[in-house]
């Protein structure tokens, strides 16, 4: 833990008919983004004890505590960096909890003009208004 600075918001925005062919596709678009700061590690003694909680147009889909996370934190590290030499600046994704969109039933897929938000107690909440896609 000594190499984490701190910790963040990330919305990744997904692209879901770009998934289809492409999960790193669907991910990437340059409106994904993180904030709304980083707070660093030591303002946060226990990252188990961080809850999140996504809303769309303040109707909540998702809430879960990041100690109930698949892997550990450190093991995440470890293992990102098998594979790829992470360096200062680099930031990680963990995962999101259940209650995607696409995974309920019925569906439920954001629209033009809705206000998505995600929330992480200690952080803060990154909100983002959901427009039309322009390519």
């Not at 678009?29 to 980083?38: D, E, M, T, V």
């Not at 098998?82 to 309920?104: E, N, Y």
């Amino acid at each position: 833990m000594g190499y984490v600075a701190g910790y963040s918001i990330r919305v990744d925005d997904s692209l879901r008919d770009f998934q289809k062919h492409s999960v790193t596709a669907g991910k990437n678009f340059s409106r994904s983004n993180y904030g709304p700061w980083i707070v660093t590690i030591d303002e946060i003694p226990d990252w188990t004890k961080l809850e999140l909680t996504t809303r769309i147009n303040g109707i909540q889909l998702q809430h879960s505590a990041f100690g109930l996370l698949n892997w550990d934190l450190l093991f995440i590290i470890n293992y990102i960096s098998t594979f790829s030499k992470l360096l200062p600046g680099d930031a990680i994704s963990t995962g999101t909890p259940a209650g995607v969109g696409h995974r309920r039933d019925p569906q439920v897929f954001t629209k033009a003009g809705d206000m998505l938000g995600v929330e992480v107690t200690d952080i803060g909440i990154l909100r983002n208004q959901i427009v039309d896609e322009k390519l």
